[in-house]
């Protein structure tokens, strides 16, 4: 036996673990399925009791993809491809949660996978070259590598409302969503936010309950999803395109079907604009978005050209102007927050059973024992839906007592903003990968984490290769990362805006301040970095 198997056989005796993955959503399902090809032995730590991540905690109604299904899935199973038919161009929860479990059943991942299994500390031990990582049933487990898979939205906020406790009917953040499916028909429904699941709530809702009260308190461009049934003669046609879809999606800025049109807003005429913005609102998906003129987002001119176009189809769609207005967003323009796409969204509004509340003019003030008080008026409520929203980004990060070296806790370095190598690795943190971290790219989510795990995955296999144990991003390539992330910032409209996007949540202390919270910069130019750092050896890595 060679000197370095030697050691690694020496390190892996003392741990019970080759590697450790939190989360069995997207990234730790595919993470899984590439240890086990390192030969390495892993365990899978999911809070929940079955595979998804996203698709398995929020099954609010109405719950479904913003990206077109066929370039969502996994594509590194050409037999999954060929033998998986999607039945809409965006998927509903349900079907992508069978989707999700088709591929756990298939690779057999839930031996390796323990469920009803929340991690509440990951502590690095220096003098043993491991992780500890500590359940909240108080059992602890040791790993050489950890590796997190805690998703970039999978922290749920609530409101901070006097009372909440006090209600006494059911109530449901869209984030942590019951199995059991909830009758809204007849009742009289409350829905807190127009987020995105705000939007897709409101949708399903306003068909059955007897009166549904919006409360909102900062409106949002939305845009419509032109969601259609895929037949089947459709979905073969898709599969023989499978390569070109994926190839695609390598391309574009953000890994959807859709990138920005190559002319800026002004070097058309006004009718010619006219026509493009015409088209792109009747089209499937994020191409009014991110497939618009390429100076939307960062020429406030342009921005406000798109920004009065969209806010005329809601003038158009929505009867009573008085609500359009409210509905019609004033403090940011278009695309510079996320776009929920909707179907039939704004017509609700016309609907004898929906009542939008400016809860900006007339807050709400206490959550009583049969519904809510505004500044102005008391309401009763059979059902109560929080649809606000997340700790985005680092917020599952928080919610974990992570230490590194000398027992630095991971919050602690993060007080004043993340920061990372790549969003994969942080200085201090040895032999600590996060598959979708802070500043790695985000976009078309499983596109992101399909190269990410690679990327993991090809650092593991350089280290076996090299006989190595321990890796750690060097501060200096961190802040040469940082800077890179900041450039990519400057001069977009959206770093104006307070999002989750720029590390603004009103309702998580401390998160009030706007920051450079993700990586701006295109996937392509992202995985450059990545590739470059690889090929030449992991150099900005301690590698030991």
Known sequence: MSASAALATK????????????????????????????????????????????????????????????????????????????????????????????????????????????????????????????????????????????????????PT?????????????????????????????????????????????????????????????????????????????????????????????????????????????????????????TERGFGIWVGNYQDMLTNREANAVISEFVANKIRSRVKDQKVAELLIPKNHGFGTRRVPLETKYYECYNQPNVTLVDSKATPITEITPTGLKTSAAEYEFDIIVYATGFDALRGAFDRIDFRG??????????????????????????????LLGPHTALGNIPRSIEFNVDWVTGLLRHMQAHGQQVAEAKPEATAKWMEHVMDCAAGLLSMEVDSWMTGVNSNVAGKQTRIVARYTGTAPVYRSWCDELAAQGYNDLVLA
């Open 11 to 158: 390190v892996a005796a003392t741990t019970d673990f080759d590697a450790i993955v939190i989360g069995a959503g997207m990234s730790g399902m595919y993470q899984l399925i590439r240890l086990r090809e390192l030969g390495m032995k892993a365990r899978v730590f999911e809070a929940g009791t079955g595979v998804g991540g996203t698709w398995y905690w929020n099954r609010y109604p109405g719950c479904r993809f913003d990206s077109e299904s066929y370039s969502y899935g996994f594509s590194f199973d050409q037999d999954l491809l060929a033998e998986w038919s999607w039945t809409e161009h965006f998927a509903p929860q349900p079907e992508t949660e069978r989707y999700l479990n088709r591929v756990a059943d298939k690779y057999d991942l839930r031996r390796d996978i323990q469920f009803s299994a929340r991690v509440k500390a990951a502590h690095w031990n220096d003098a043993a070259g491991h992780w500890a990582v500590t359940l909240e049933d108080g059992s602890r487990h040791t790993a050489r590598f950890l590796i997190t898979a805690i998703g970039a939205l999978s922290a749920p906020t609530m």
């Open 161 to 281: 409302i006097p009372g909440m406790a006090s209600f006494k009917g059911p109530a449901f953040h869209t984030g942590l969503w019951p199995k059991q499916p909830v009758d809204f028909a007849g009742k009289r429904v409350a829905v807190i936010g127009t987020g995105a699941s705000g939007v897709q709530t409101i949708q399903e809702v306003a068909k059955t309950a007897a009166q549904l009260t919006v409360f909102q308190r900062t409106p949002n461009w939305c845009a419509p999803l032109h969601n259609a049934k895929i037949p089947a003669e459709e979905m073969a046609e898709i599969r023989t395109r499978y390569a070109e879809i994926f190839q695609r999606c390598q391309e574009t800025a953000s890994c959807f079907l859709h990138t920005a049109h190559p002319q800026n807003t002004f070097d058309v005429s006004a009718e010619e604009r006219n026509a493009f913005l015409e088209k792109l609102y």
């Open 405 to 434: 070296k000398d027992g630095v806790a991971l919050k602690d370095k993060w007080q004043n903003g993340a920061t990372s190598l790549v969003g994969m690795l942080q200085d201090g943190f040895p032999n600590m990968f996060m």
